[in-house]
T-cell receptor
Framework: SQQGEEDPQALSIQEGENATMNCSYKTSINNLQWYRQNSGRGLVHLILIRSNEREKHSGRLRVTLDTSKKSSSLLITASRAADTASYFCATENTGNQFYFGTGTSLTVIP | KAGVTQTPRYLIKTRGQQVTLSCSPISGHRSVSWYQQTPGQGLQFLFEYFSETQRNKGNFPGRFSGRQFSNSRSEMNVSTLELGDSALYLC?????????????FGPGTRLTVT
């Protein structure tokens, strides 16, 4: 499968803690994106990082990309109950094929 | 701006039938992509349309097809439905082609095949 894989599959933390989830992929990419999905707001784009970038920030989100290891991580700082959702990475490879990872289910306990 | 809208939201069909799903992108967006989401296979890319042309296609059988109209609205058709086609079908729009642009997703159409 060309899909990325997220790790861990599920994560449960207390409100205020940081949450880190990782994504590994198999082929060379043009860019990598992170998405959040919950029942209330559907699938929402969080951040895009291009293959020539190593780190990006957006609010409480920090994404890193290591193309030599074919991996990315998403850090959510000072988590809130509203961050409870499934998080997916998605990659566009150099052949313009687009694949979602398997997702990490995050639960933030108030 | 109004978001991406998909119709219908829920659909129940019988094996062997065909179905057409509709997606209206955000005004000004010219790219529409379709995705299938199932518990077993996760989120999978179906195809992308840009300016009425299919730009990219995922690994799905020919029973899955789509088109885009001059106003950027898109339809997806599945013929000869199978039980395994039961899924949430998501459409996303973006201002440009490819994945260098942020995609905005609709709420999805939940298709159940019996």
């Amino acid at each position: 499968s060309q899909q990325g894989e997220e790790d861990p599959q599920a994560l449960s933390i207390q409100e205020g803690e940081n949450a880190t989830m990782n994504c590994s992929y198999k082929t060379s990419i043009n860019n990598l994106q992170w998405y959040r999905q919950n029942s209330g707001r559907g699938l929402v784009h969080l951040i895009l990082i291009r293959s020539n970038e190593r780190e990006k920030h957006s609010g409480r989100l920090r994404v890193t990309l290591d193309t030599s290891k074919k991996s990315s991580s998403l850090l959510i700082t000072a988590s809130r109950a509203a961050d409870t959702a499934s998080y997916f990475c998605a990659t566009e490879n150099t052949g313009n094929q687009f694949y979602f990872g398997t997702g990490t289910s995050l639960t933030v306990i108030p | 701006k109004a978001g991406v809208t998909q119709t219908p939201r829920y659909l129940i069909k019988t094996r062997g039938q065909q179905v057409t799903l509709s997606c209206s992108p955000i005004s000004g967006h010219r790219s529409v992509s379709w995705y299938q989401q199932t518990p077993g296979q996760g989120l999978q890319f179906l195809f992308e349309y840009f300016s009425e042309t299919q730009r990219n296609k995922g690994n799905f059988p020919g029973r899955f097809s789509g088109r885009q109209f001059s106003n950027s609205r898109s339809e997806m058709n599945v013929s000869t439905l199978e039980l395994g086609d039961s899924a949430l079908y998501l459409c996303a729009s973006s201002p440009g082609a490819g994945r260098a642009y942020e995609q905005y997703f609709g709420p999805g159409t939940r298709l159940t095949v019996t």
